[in-house]
């Protein structure tokens, strides 16, 4: 059965920001329970596993991802990263615990049975750019979780993702927030959900010497890296304009007290509870912007 949409002149866009997502899939149950389906959906780094949970409409998942999958031994840890796995065990993650039978297993016949479209960004370490996959590029689940790990693989913390040949590393790199590429489909109204609080600025990077060591060899990398807080604070800057013209509904979390590698299972629960009481308070604004009766 087809999974119809009813939203198609606006962009659903899911910011990155590994843990931290558990707010953002709180909202994307308060969207789902509300039948609120977007015909198009961006998301980078966590923030395209929040899409492709949101396509499958699978509320179980969308909370499982970032809240009780953290039980698993074998999501990972110091003990994976010192096993050259990453602090996100993302062979298991993306690879393996998506399959049927398996700890969280994707529904994949409901992805491709949904009419949505979508874009999910990873940064190509060879050809120093921002790539964005849509539904065209995908064959088969494992296309898809591919690229999905390859959006989300953090430098330093994760090793990068080979597609294709071509080497892959989280596409938050550059921004974070695939507004690019939701205005490159032509959209001119957004709604878009953050993992930061509203006001926050984001400042130089951390571990300058170990990211020289680590991409010596990508120098152009490492000036996208560097240069992150420069580009993420500008395109807040517009999203803020956005706002004011009331072209984009922006869904900041009320507090945001977990940093992207959080792994306790009690504040992840009680940051999806935040999504899911923010959502709450906040849908009869949104079905006003979206133009849906309330």
Do not use: H
Not at 155 to 164: D, L, R
């Amino acid at each position: 059965m087809e999974l119809k949409s009813n939203i198609f002149d606006t962009a659903l866009i899911f910011e990155g920001g590994g843990m931290r997502a558990s707010f953002t899939s709180g909202i994307v149950n308060t969207l789902l329970e509300n039948e609120l389906y977007f015909n198009y959906i961006a998301g980078i780094s966590a923030g395209s596993s929040c899409t492709l949970n949101y396509l499958s409409r699978d509320k179980k998942r969308t909370k499982a991802s970032f809240v009780d999958f953290v039980k698993d031994p074998e999501f990972g840890g110091w003990r994976t990263f010192l096993r050259g796995k990453g602090f996100f065990n993302a062979q298991y993650i993306y690879c393996e615990s998506c399959l049927p039978g398996s700890t969280l297993p994707y529904n994949f016949e409901n992805f491709l049975n949904n009419e949505a479209d979508f874009d999910i960004g990873a940064f190509n370490m060879d050809r120093s750019e921002l790539v964005y996959w849509s539904r065209k590029d995908v064959e088969k689940m494992e296309d898809l979780m591919l690229m999905v790990r390859a959006s989300s693989s953090l430098p330093i913390f994760m090793p990068p993702t080979k597609v294709k040949g071509e080497m892959y590393i989280d596409g938050g790199i550059q921004c974070g927030i695939a507004l690019d590429a939701a205005m490159n489909r032509g959209f001119e109204k957004f709604v878009i959900v953050l993992t930061r609080e509203k006001g926050y600025i984001k400042g130089p990077p951390n571990r300058k010497r170990i990211l020289k060591r680590l991409f010596k060899s990508y120098p152009k990398t490492l000036e996208t890296i560097m240069n992150r807080y420069i580009e993420y604070n500008k395109t807040m800057e517009y999203i803020k304009q956005l706002e004011r013209e009331n072209k984009a509904f922006v869904i900041y979390p009320d507090s945001m007290p977990i940093d992207n590698r959080e792994k306790d299972i009690k504040k992840l629960e009680e940051m999806y509870q935040l999504g899911i009481n923010q959502g709450n308070r906040q849908i009869n604004d949104l079905k006003q912007f979206l133009g849906m009766p309330e």
